[in-house]
């Protein structure tokens, strides 16, 4: 069976040959490329190389739309503005800039139906939340960056600058992380590296619950002050103030409750 493998490599055209690459000069165009090495059993090198690259741009609102009505069980997210700059005054470059995951709510749908009961969204305008990382659509509208995205991808409301103020919704549980590890059981240091991520903290807070058929909410299995067991790889990651680490995941991700 055929295997192709891609190494670092430079590929050199002339615009000459560019036709359908209009006004540009002729003169040399050089592409670079640098790819660690990939190895496809019996695919070609074609398009489906690469499925795996996505890129996501925010959809622009033209200026002659003045407002956005969310549908349904949606809510619109004005995004909070990304930090510039670090405590000490030192400017980021756009690569070094987290992403935020915070926002005001500034719209929201008529809400859900859930078998004979119609719910409300349970955020209010003007709500500072914070919600899942990769969750809804970005747009563009009157000047800034908005969110678009359903209720249940918000996952709680922060109405201070600290994390650990969260207060989570609906099935959310919100954990701090147990410190990991610094020395092996033989006694040798850890590095930062290969220190393994922790699974284990403790519940700092919890949601009302999911709602059920009858539109009820069902209490959570886990309360603020267990300590326990959660998926590795689950949830959102947060630093504190206090450089301490939180997550925060759906109950069904909590896997036990220590003792």
């Known amino acids: ?28 165009v050089k592409f670079a490329s640098s790819f660690k090495p990939l190895v496809g059993v019996g695919l070609p090198l074609s398009r489906r190389s690469f499925q795996g690259l996505v890129v996501k741009a925010a ?3 033209a200026p002659k739309y003045t407002s956005i009505t969310p549908l349904g069980d949606r809510v619109l ?8 700059k670090t ?4 400017l980021l470059p756009s690569s070094a800039q987290s992403k935020p995951q915070g926002g005001e709510v500034v719209a929201v749908g008529e809400g859900k ?6 719910l409300d969204i349970s955020v209010k305008t003007g709500t500072q939340v914070v919600y899942s ?21 918000i996952v709680g409301i922060l109405e ?6 969260l207060k989570p919704l609906n099935d959310r549980v919100f954990i701090k992380v147990a410190e990991a590890e610094e020395k092996t ?14 699974s284990i903290g403790t519940v700092l807070a919890v949601g009302p619950g999911p709602l059920d058929e009858e539109g009820n909410r069902k209490a959570l299995s886990v309360s603020p002050g267990n300590t326990v067991l959660y998926s590795k790889y689950a949830g959102n990651d947060f630093k504190g103030s206090d450089g301490s680490n939180y997550i925060a995941l759906r109950a069904s991700d909590v896997m036990a409750i220590l003792s």
């Open 1 to 28: 069976m055929a295997t192709a493998q891609l190494t670092a490599f430079s590929i050199s055209v002339s615009a000459r040959n560019l036709s359908s690459f209009e006004g540009l000069r002729p003169s040399n």
């Open 59 to 61: 959809t622009v609102v």
């Open 77 to 84: 997210v004005k995004i909070k503005t990304v930090e510039e």
């Open 87 to 90: 405590e000490g005054g030192i």
């Open 113 to 118: 139906t859930i078998g004979k009961a119609k």
């Open 133 to 153: 990382k990769y969750a809804g659509t970005e747009v563009e509208f009157d000047g800034s960056s908005h969110l678009i995205l359903k209720e249940d991808d």
């Open 160 to 165: 201070t600058d600290d994390i650990k103020d």
């Open 185 to 198: 059981a033989g006694g040798l240091l850890l590095t930062e590296a290969t220190k393994e991520k922790p």
